[in-house]
């Protein structure tokens, strides 16, 4: 039985990387995987989906507004095959990387599923039916997470599909019902549309990206009426049915009851932890009541030895987030010192079209919180370049304490906005106040302009409006 250091379980964007930083500081490591490296993310999640997405930008320019640009389209042929396969070739390149990364630093790759016989061993059992056990003086967890399955609603495959279904499609459906409004079912809202087809988003909650800001899920659901996509916010969803033709969902919301029919039915409506069947339980490894993993500041569980990251703990499902865990825990480890994540202050961004990304508090949360609050607002229909570009919807909302001028959290909608939050994040990370903001200089013409311009808003002299 070979000894290891640091044994990962799972090689997501959290395992990967926590195995990575382990090598990197000396410590012998393993990754076990059981399926493939890069987990959800690389293979069947965020990285494919931002390419169907750049397609879709293409897509919806030359089919709804290549006019605007003095481009003139006859007989438009949109294969959404080819750009599901360019979605496979840009997975399948990263994953590709992740494995050279492993040779690179001596990670020694398990394939299989991990199984925890004590804090000091696990044991992983290959598909073929056979096993090995690896002794860990530590052992991270970075299993993930799954669809939340809602009884009534179990995907098939066919005409009621999960994010994995639908990631999968190489022909896209005439009508589609997305039920969710988080980030996975505005984003398939969004490039679904753009190839024409006609779609309903279903949210049970008051407005669709519950996370986010009020105003910016009204500039979103501005945005998706423009191109065609029903939103039904503060709508429950009764029943779905199958039939010949596809699917048939019942909703009900203040309004009273409504039925949609649609060659297909995605459910986006949550995840929950991968947490079973790992042995947790006879090792009394700590689980919330959803059943995540709960660990402290350096990613430790109750039991030592044991450690867990990313979105296993349920602390902020996103790939980043689960790669900034795996650095700290890997550096925990190997003794340096680590800092405490504020996930309230981790960036989160949505790739529909417009952009949504956000940090923080929002303006309601910040003055719940006790806050007197200063709220400095641009938008990007005064930004030349975001006019150049011909995506001018939206604005820049940055929020920061009256009091000191300190950043308590930004919200933008727009083009590229999860591009523009980095500086933001930054500032608020080292505490500098928007006066900071103002004073740096940015080049002209960018959108980052509107980044300065929001901060100088908050000041009380924003030039541009």
Known sequence: MEVFDVVVVGAGPGGYVSAIRAAQLGLKTALVEQKALGGVCLN??????????????????????????????????????????????????????????????????YSGRGFLLSPSEVRVDASDGGSQTLSAKNIILATGAHPVVVPGMEPDGEKILDYAH??????????????????????????????????????????????????????????????????????????????????????????????????????????????????????????????????????????????????????????????????????????????????????????????VASFGYSEAQAVQAGFQVRVGKFPFQANGKALGYGEYGGYVKLITNAEDGQILGASIVGPDAAELLPELTLAQANKLPASAIAANIHAHPTLSEAVLEAAEAALGHAIHI
């Open 166 to 355: 639908a990631i999968m499609l190489e022909k896209l459906p005439k009508s589609a019902l997305i039920i969710g409004g988080g980030a996975i079912g505005v984003e398939f809202a969004t490039i679904w549309s753009a190839y024409g087809t006609d779609v309903h988003l279903v949210e049970m909650l008051p407005h669709i990206l519950p996370a986010e800001d009020d105003e910016a899920a009204a500039e979103l659901t501005k945005a998706f009426a423009k191109r065609g996509v029903q939103v039904h916010a503060g709508t429950k969803v009764v029943s779905v049915e199958k039939n010949e033709s596809g699917t048939r969902v019942m909703l009900v919301n203040e309004v009273g009851e409504q039925s949609v029919d649609t060659e297909l039915t995605l459910v986006a409506v949550g995840f929950k932890p991968n947490s079973k069947d790992l042995g947790l339980e006879q090792l009394g490894v700590q689980l919330d009541q959803r059943g995540f993993v709960t660990v402290d500041g350096q990613m430790r569980t109750n039991v030592p030895g044991i450690r867990a990251i990313g979105d296993l703990t349920g602390k902020l499902l996103l790939a980043h987030t689960a790669s900034t865990m795996g650095t700290i825990c890997a550096e925990s480890i190997a003794g340096l010192p680590t800092r405490e994540l504020d996930y309230r202050m981790i960036p989160r961004a949505t790739y529909s079209q417009p952009q």
């Open 44 to 109: 069947i999640g965020c990285i494919p989906s931002k390419a169907l997405l750049r397609n879709a930008e293409l897509a919806y320019l030359l089919r709804v507004n290549a006019e605007a640009y003095g481009i003139h389209v006859d007989n438009l042929s949109l294969d959404y095959g080819a750009a599901y396969k360019r979605s496979r070739q840009v997975s399948q390149r990263l994953t590709k990387g992740v494995g050279f990364l492993m040779k690179k630093h001596g990670i020694s790759v």
